[in-house]
């Protein structure tokens, strides 16, 4: 594909993305730019989206030896029965977190993902809120990098929205840098 930059293409879709938006009922609806591009952003904002919250995409060394070895397991090893119970305890994380999000992440790996070559990437990842949250979430990071550790990565990559303060602090600390 050749790119021509200036032809009104990026307009286009985000127009059309925007229409399936809001043809498919979507409550909100976000964007992913380069902040440093100031054509993107006014871009965006021509089809009512703003900057709110920035969502920092970090990436760690993955490192082996931790005191903790968490317990994980991966989806595609579940039975028929043990899918359908991980998917409802996935609807009910979700949605305590934000009524009717049905939505939960996995981590892509390897050169024919969305990963690439090298790299566990964290989609999404939610813990249950509470008083408890910072140890889960980081019980969640040392099960993310002990996935990409017993599948040979030797980087785990995952984005953070930088109003969820606690969890960015929490990445910072655990050695994540900000890439994109």
């Avoid at 059309?16 to 965006?44: E, I, Q």
């Avoid at 900057?51 to 995409?57: D, G």
């Avoid at 969305?114 to 910072?134: L, S």
Wanted: proline share 3%.
């Amino acid at each position: 594909m050749i790119c021509r930059w200036d032809r009104g293409i990026g307009r286009q879709l985000v127009g059309a993305a925007t229409a399936h938006f809001d043809a498919s009922g979507a409550r909100h609806a976000s964007l992913f730019t380069f902040p440093n591009s100031a054509k993107h952003v006014g871009l965006y904002q021509k089809f009512g989206y703003s900057a709110r919250f920035l969502t920092a995409i970090m990436s760690a060394p993955v490192q082996g030896g931790r005191a903790r070895q968490p317990r994980w397991l991966r989806y595609s090893g579940l039975t028929g029965e043990q899918r359908t119970e991980c998917l409802d305890a996935c609807r009910d994380l979700t949605g305590a977190l934000h009524e009717g999000l049905e939505g939960f992440a996995l981590c892509h790996y390897g050169p024919r993902s969305e990963a690439g070559e090298g790299t566990c990437f964290v989609k999404f990842g939610a813990v249950r809120p509470g008083p408890a949250a910072g140890e889960r979430f980081d019980r969640l990071l040392d099960a993310c990098a002990a996935l990409a550790m017993a599948v040979g990565m030797a980087k785990l990559h995952a984005g953070v929205n930088m109003a969820r303060q606690e969890a960015y602090g929490h990445m910072v600390g655990r050695g994540f840098r900000t890439e994109i």
